[in-house]
């Protein structure tokens, strides 16, 4: 896994109230055009994120909840139908590929 | 030339070379020709023994010992091949990326991929097409600075290359190591020029099939630029991730990327030439 979209589809057992944070050792480095990097020293492995993950992945500090998220994503985004499935089966690949924790 | 004398130069670090055999003696001057040779002064000099036991052939450097008896290559491929290893394992300051590099007008173009995805060819197709070529296989960058350095290692072409290819490079020397080819100019004298900063980014796409069309260029995100250049950097000892991560960020930033993928090294070669020029 080199690159993350976000895509619909996915089952979800993290609910409305459920909050996320990047694991220990892992970066998030934002750059000009939107997009970003995730990287994890402990793996020593890189991801790229599109501008919609990058931006999901700014809200992943155990502070945001899901529906917080869809709430402030829909505002950037107002016009696209931002679900929450689809966000949290972007939350998911993350989980396995060791960048992030559902807290 | 003796090669016991005046130590190589290589990433910052002094090579003494001892116990060569003249033959290949001669062979390892015309490889590592690129290379200054300098006093050491004060700085630490790394020593480079071959030994000669029995009918066997050993050789020492930096700590490790190597037994090259019954192996098939030239001794002098064996010794440029350590010595390059090992000045990229004690190279400090300095990033060293696996990576073709060519000075383009608008800067210098990172030619990267996966091993086997044609990188030499598509950098030698790019010098013989005008460009001054900065390095075919290993790119060093300054830490925090981010100035691409040339490396004058002669380039290695063992592989099957493309006959069209082959037909644009200069004669070989004669004489010169089997399987090299010497680099154009070197660390010294009027070759010596910096790199201009990296402003461009091809990242190769091995494809056996043939696209639709026949090449593709896509440009890439900043974020997918970083990620294969981070990808791209050796994993030396003491290699700060921290660091590195935010060095490709940034170099990253200052690039315009593309993933071109073709099905022939001349599809490769052309398109990278018309989007080179174009810019």
């Given at each position: 896994m080199d690159s993350l979209e976000v895509k619909p589809d996915r089952d979800a057992s993290p609910g409305p109230g459920s909050t996320f944070s990047l694991r220990p050792g892992v970066r998030l480095e934002p750059l000009g055009d939107g997009s970003a990097v995730l990287y994890s020293q402990e793996l020593d492995v890189s991801l790229s994120l599109n501008h919609t993950a990058a931006l999901l992945c700014s809200f992943a500090d155990g502070q945001h909840t899901l529906a917080m998220v869809v709430q402030e994503m829909s505002q950037v985004f107002p016009d696209d139908d931002i679900e929450e499935s689809a966000l949290v089966a972007c939350l998911r690949d993350l989980e396995a590929g060791h960048f992030l924790q559902w807290d | 030339m003796g090669l016991d004398k005046s130590p190589w130069l290589i990433l910052g670090t002094s090579f003494q070379c001892r116990g060569v055999p003249p033959e290949a003696k001669t062979d390892l001057d015309a490889l590592l020709a690129g290379f200054p040779r300098r006093d050491p002064g004060e700085a630490?000099?790394?020593?480079?023994?071959?030994?000669?036991?029995?009918?066997?052939?050993?050789?020492?450097?930096?700590?490790?010992?190597?037994?090259?008896?019954?192996?098939?290559?030239?001794?002098?491929?064996?010794?440029?091949?350590?010595?390059?290893?090992?000045?990229?394992?004690?190279?400090?300051?300095?990033?060293?990326?696996?990576?073709?590099?060519?000075?383009t007008p608008g800067g210098t173009c990172l030619v990267i991929g996966e091993s086997g995805a044609g990188k030499t060819s598509l950098t030698l197709w790019l010098w013989t097409s005008g460009l001054r070529l900065g390095t075919d296989d290993l790119c060093p960058i300054s830490q925090g600075a981010?100035?691409?350095?040339?490396?004058?290692?002669?380039?290695?072409?063992?592989?099957?290359?493309?006959?069209?290819?082959?037909?644009?490079?200069?004669?070989?020397?004669?004489?010169?190591?089997?399987?090299?080819?010497?680099?154009?100019?070197?660390?010294?004298?009027?070759?010596?020029?910096?790199?201009?900063?990296?402003?461009?980014?091809?990242?190769?796409?091995?494809?056996?099939?043939?696209?639709?069309?026949?090449?593709?260029?896509?440009?890439?995100?900043?974020?997918?630029?970083?990620?294969?250049?981070?990808?791209?950097?050796?994993?030396?000892?003491?290699?700060?991730?921290?660091?590195?991560?935010?060095?490709?960020?940034?170099?990253?930033?200052?690039?315009?990327?593309?993933?071109?993928?073709?099905?022939?090294?001349?599809?490769?070669?052309?398109?990278?030439?018309?989007?080179?020029?174009?810019?």
């Open positions: - | 630490e000099v790394v020593e480079l023994r071959v030994e000669q036991v029995s009918g066997s052939t050993f050789l020492t450097v930096g700590g490790s010992r190597w037994d090259l008896t019954g192996t098939t290559d030239p001794l002098s491929s064996h010794l440029e091949y350590r010595l390059i290893d090992e000045a990229i394992r004690r190279a400090r300051g300095r990033w060293v990326l696996h990576a073709g590099a060519v000075e981010l100035a691409p350095e040339v490396f004058p290692r002669a380039l290695h072409m063992d592989a099957e290359y493309s006959m069209r290819l082959v037909e644009k490079m200069p004669p070989r020397p004669a004489g010169y190591p089997q399987d090299y080819y010497p680099f154009p100019g070197g660390l010294e004298g009027e070759d010596a020029a910096p790199l201009p900063p990296v402003s461009r980014l091809i990242v190769l796409q091995r494809d056996s099939r043939p696209p639709r069309p026949e090449t593709e260029a896509v440009p890439l995100s900043q974020s997918e630029a970083a990620h294969h250049l981070l990808g791209a950097a050796i994993r030396t000892p003491g290699f700060d991730f921290g660091r590195a991560l935010e060095d490709m960020v940034r170099l990253a930033s200052g690039c315009r990327a593309w993933r071109l993928s073709a099905s022939t090294p001349e599809g490769a070669g052309e398109r990278a030439v018309e989007l080179l020029s174009s810019l």
